[in-house]
């Protein structure tokens, strides 16, 4: 494991792979264990975005849900009925922001040329951002063959922030979508976007048993703009406090005691701390 400077003692970190990186200068401002290959459960969405995007397909067009596109793997819930019409606009929100398993298979199925010249893609996208220590085998991270590193996701995460449509859809808190019909309100995984004194620029949660609770977040700090990559934190009270901690540690607050939420604590008492912790952001 490895701690830039002081941070060994300014910042415990839950998580198991850690990488926070200054954006735009690419400085490595805290890292810990960032080449261990690890699933990553749904920050695979991110590339699934991408390649879609790249594209440049209708996203007016209908897609509807198949029960081919239903998770036989993890069987994971969905709140999208097999058989409903959605636009591809609303599958890729779907997919992003809730992070719905239906949704991110059916993008890979409607794919021109079939899930075969999807995989194709994402194989060329992922060689063409460097990223050697990574391989995904399915559009929805559900399978933990889907692996990488934190500092092979930094350059997802980098290539990601890039798609207008994608820093749009990971920092919204919420959106309505018609199904069948009818508006279902859906919410971001990320329960800090939307969270006062957060400053977010782009957003992905992932967890499978394997992977752990993952997260990759752009976020602004006391004038400072950085993306981290947290991986396999056991409990997402974990992950949160990685993400308080960190961005604590950029503001320049290392002489406070860290954050520390006792494990009997409710969960809410951690999520007020992430809305209430606000000096880091100003």
């Known amino acids: 494991m490895t701690l830039t400077t002081a941070a060994a003692t300014a910042v415990p970190l839950g998580s198991m792979s850690v990488l926070v990186v200054e954006d735009g200068t690419g400085k490595i401002l805290l890292e810990k264990n960032p080449n261990a ?83 194709a893609a994402m194989s060329a996208k992922i060689k063409s951002l460097g990223m050697t220590q990574t391989v995904l085998d399915d559009p929805t991270g559900l399978s933990p063959s889907n692996k990488s590193t934190a500092a092979d996701l930094m350059k997802m995460a980098t290539a990601a922030a890039a798609y207008p449509d994608i820093r749009r859809i990971t920092t919204a808190p919420k959106d309505m979508i018609k199904i069948n019909g009818r508006p279902v309100e859906y919410h971001n995984t990320n329960r800090l976007v939307g969270a006062k004194g957060w400053d977010i620029g782009l957003s992905k949660t992932g967890y499978t048993e394997e992977a752990g609770r993952c997260l990759i977040m752009r976020i602004k700090s006391a ?25 604590r540690f950029i503001a320049g607050n290392e002489g406070e005691p860290p954050i520390q939420v006792a494990a009997t604590h409710h969960k809410r008492h951690l999520f007020h701390l992430a809305s209430r912790h606000r000096r880091a952001a100003l």
């Open 37 to 119: 290959l690890v699933p990553i459960a749904s920050l695979t969405k991110l590339m699934t975005a991408m390649v879609v995007l790249d594209s440049k397909p209708d996203m007016d067009a209908p897609i509807s849900i198949d029960k081919i596109d239903v998770d036989m793997l993890k069987h994971s819930t969905s709140r999208v009925p097999v058989g409903a019409t959605i636009s591809r606009r609303d599958v890729l929100q779907l997919a992003l922001m809730s992070s719905d398993n239906r949704a991110a298979a059916s993008l890979a199925r409607t794919y021109t040329g079939g899930r075969a010249a999807f995989g």
């Open 223 to 247: 004038g400072t703009n950085a993306t981290l990559i947290l991986l396999n934190a056991k409990a997402s009270s974990a992950r949160v406090l990685d993400a308080l901690n960190i961005r």
